[in-house]
């Protein structure tokens, strides 16, 4: 059963803003749509998963990419 949320909140990562609007929360996950500001670009998401991933490729995108917001990595793990 899908429970319909229509909430709207602004998020900064790593010198981006991001507009996440959360349309449905449905089979354990979220769906919804994502805008990222600076670049004019909107998209929309399925998953939490699939929502984590586009906001890691932004963050490699920028110029001037901040570790502190970067995912982790099994490569990194000593």
Same mark, same amino acid.
């Given at each position: 059963?899908?429970?319909?949320?229509?909430?709207?909140?602004?998020? !900064?990562?790593?010198?981006?803003?991001?507009?996440?609007? %959360?349309?449905?929360? $449905?089979? +354990?996950?979220?769906?919804? @749509?994502?805008?990222?500001?600076?670049?004019?670009? !909107?998209?929309?998401?399925?998953?939490?998963?699939?929502? %984590?991933?586009?906001? $890691?490729? +932004?963050?490699?995108?920028? @110029?001037?990419?901040?570790?502190?917001?970067?995912?982790?990595?099994?490569?990194?793990?000593?």
């Amino acid at each position: 059963m899908s429970v319909e949320e229509k909430e709207t909140s602004v998020l !900064k990562v790593g010198g981006s803003e991001f507009s996440l609007r %959360i349309l449905y929360r $449905q089979n +354990a996950s979220i769906q919804g @749509e994502i805008q990222w500001l600076n670049r004019g670009k !909107k998209m929309f998401f399925r998953s939490l998963l699939e929502l %984590i991933m586009l906001l $890691q490729e +932004a963050l490699d995108s920028t @110029e001037n990419p901040d570790d502190e917001f970067m995912l982790r990595s099994w490569r990194d793990a000593k």
